[in-house]
């Protein structure tokens, strides 16, 4: 295609690119599979993002923040990040990571101490969990003689046979 031949700047993804020594991708994999179904685009071959490690001090400061501002305007996270020698992405993923970590340890509580409570007010909580015998999801299983075995349909071929 005219694409791929003009100046190789770009390379197009074709079955034969993971070998061409043109190709954008360093990975031994083939390219399919580390991508995880996004789409390519004109630039080529997007490589994936490694986790990043962040270093003790790096995150000893991040959680210092966080403790005393859930929420940083832009400005404070370019100012944190250059502070940290973090880009402004990484520090907004790890905010924005942290805010859902709190809010799922905050919902786990919630249920934890609902349930201790329920326990010491001689809730059985045993006793609930346990299905009726009679009932399935609320709705209640008929006896097995009223279980009646539809009969097979007749197949009618045609009038004369």
Known sequence: SPASSSSGNFSQFTPDSATSPHSSSSSPQPPAKSQKGREYGMEGIRKTKSRTAFSKE??????QR??????????????????????YKQVKTWFQNRRMKLK?????????ERAQSL???GFQTSTYLDVHPKFHQGYPIPP????????????HYGAGQ
Do not use: D
Not at 58 to 63: E, F, R, V
């Open 58 to 63: 790096q995150l000893q400061t991040l959680h």
């Open 104 to 112: 799922r340890c905050q919902k786990h509580s919630l249920w934890t």
């Open 66 to 87: 966080f403790q005393t501002q859930k929420y940083l305007s832009p400005q404070q996270i370019r100012e944190l990040a250059v502070a940290l020698g973090l880009t």
């Open 119 to 121: 326990a010491q007010s």
């Open 144 to 155: 097995a003689g009223n279980i009646q075995s539809m009969p097979a349909p007749r197949q």
